[in-house]
């Protein structure tokens, strides 16, 4: 349930309607403008909609959502959200571009590919330290001694890092090497860790599951609203189809929904989506019409060679050259980089 106060409702009056909901059992959730009050309401629906909050002093209206996505909606919160990293921003018409190695591998790696994306024009370094991997025989990832050495090619480079969380029971320390903490699209459901990450006071990049749809997408970047962390990133990774010409199949109509749906902002990751280095840049192009607030793009120094992922990632000169066709094309769209 929403409740939305009258413009200029004062202090004392969103308060008391605070409090009336607290001794009832119910969370509440503001969102507050220049003029007027959103309260989201969390809570058993029978209970929550007994209410009669009507009548209080300051309410307007009172909505009942029947959506399972109440906080990450638009009715809840009409203005986009802006995440802020840093200096580093995505979403209010900035145009974020997260770029770096599927996985960190060496000390020279990362702080090469660091200095390199950062001088094109990238605002976030992003690196895998645990990697989830479809076979147990393949590289893992190289975990705590990873997270320093992409901390250090950040802090290097004057650039936030972004980082997988694989494990909730690793949650705590990556959190204390990374600035944005990364849900993989294999645990997009992961409600437990999902609550976890609410909790904490670092901003989340959510990945679409293989399969989810789009409510389901929502709905898990309900699990991190909920518990107070309101810096939530969606990501388009791709969705698993019939065609196997591209590891996944990039839903740039999905990119569109969510900018209708949520106020959340949203970046597209076409390095998964579609598996193939030539794809990349047409990707990148397609997404900013689409609605896209950002990109995030594997980089790596020498990709025949990397441990993971290198048929998908663009060498350091092609990272170069296509991050110089982005700003125009931001541009037309109302965004700049």
């Known amino acids: 349930m929403l409740i939305v106060m009258r413009d200029h409702a004062s202090p004392e009056q969103i308060q008391h309607i605070v409090d009336h909901l607290h001794l009832a059992g119910a969370e509440t959730h ?3 403008g220049e003029v007027k009050t959103v309260i989201g309401v969390v809570g058993e629906r029978e209970l929550v909609y007994s209410l009669e909050m009507e009548g209080f002093p300051g309410v307007s209206e009172v909505i009942r959502v029947l959506k399972p996505y ?6 809840f919160q009409a203005e986009d959200t802006v995440v802020r990293v840093g200096d580093a921003q995505i979403g209010g018409g900035t145009f974020g571009v997260i770029a770096g190695p599927c996985s960190v591998e060496s000390r020279e790696q990362m702080m090469s590919v660091a200095a390199s994306v950062k001088a094109a024009g990238a605002s976030m370094l992003r690196g895998g ?22 901390r250090e090619a950040g802090d290097s480079a004057g650039l936030p890092v972004v980082t997988e969380v ?41 990945k679409r599951g293989l399969s989810a749809t789009i409510e ?25 189809t019939f065609e196997t010409y591209t590891r996944n199949t990039l839903d740039l109509a999905a ?39 950002g990109l995030i793009v594997e980089v790596h120094p020498d990709p025949e060679h990397a441990r993971c992922d290198g048929p998908q990632s663009l060498d350091l000169d092609a990272f170069a050259e296509l991050a110089s066709t982005l700003g125009p094309r931001v541009a037309l769209e109302g965004k700049h980089l």
Not at 258 to 266: A, D
Request: net charge neutral.
């Open 30 to 32: 503001l969102s507050q």
């Open 70 to 75: 109440k906080l990450a909606g638009r009715d």
């Open 129 to 150: 330290a645990y990697k989830p991997r479809s076979s147990p025989y393949a590289f893992q990832g190289m975990g705590l001694d990873g997270l320093k050495l992409l």
């Open 166 to 206: 694989l494990d909730v029971r690793d949650a705590e320390t990556v959190a204390e090497w990374a600035d944005v903490l990364q849900v993989g699209a294999r645990n997009m459901q992961n409600f437990m860790m999902l609550e976890e990450l609410g909790t904490m006071r670092k901003p989340v990049l959510l």
């Open 216 to 240: 389901e997408v929502l709905s898990s970047a309900e699990y991190v609203l909920k518990g107070g962390n309101r810096d939530v990133i969606l990501c388009e990774r791709g969705i698993r």
């Open 255 to 293: 990119v569109a929904a969510f900018k209708i749906l949520t106020h959340l902002p949203v970046i597209v990751d076409p390095s998964h989506a579609t598996g193939r280095r030539d794809l990349i840049a047409p990707m990148c192009r397609a997404a900013i019409p689409a609605g896209a607030d």
